[in-house]
């Protein structure tokens, strides 16, 4: 597929906040949900490559996935059974692209 191509794709932009449990190191943890969660392949998933972490620890980023996808089944339940590192999570803001 063509760089043209892909960018023709339908994609869903959807910005979160991450709330790591107390001890659990943002930026690691960051690195991990981007090596660990990944959807199906046909949704290319694609996570910021950096993160914003605000003073009371949050992590706030972004990631876009395809406009098929249930985007809450692939990503967002993902991260609520990583309990043990995740105390919480939230979505500021989604929206389709065309």
């Known amino acids: 597929m063509s760089d043209q191509e892909e960018s ?4 869903r932009m959807v910005a979160i906040a991450i709330r790591p449990c107390a001890g ?5 943890l960051y690195e991990k949900i981007k090596k660990d969660i990944t959807s199906q392949p046909e949704y290319k ?3 910021d490559d ?3 972490v605000s003073d ?8 876009s996935i395809g406009l098929e996808a249930d985007f809450d089944e692939e990503v967002m ?3 609520e059974m990583m309990e043990g590192e ?10 389709a692209m065309e």
């Open 8 to 11: 023709k794709e339908e994609r």
């Open 24 to 28: 659990v190191d943002a930026h690691a």
């Open 45 to 47: 998933l694609k996570w």
């Open 50 to 52: 950096e993160c914003k």
């Open 56 to 63: 009371d620890g949050r992590i706030r980023t972004s990631f």
């Open 77 to 79: 339940e993902v991260l």
């Open 86 to 95: 995740i105390e919480g999570q939230e979505i500021i803001f989604q929206s």
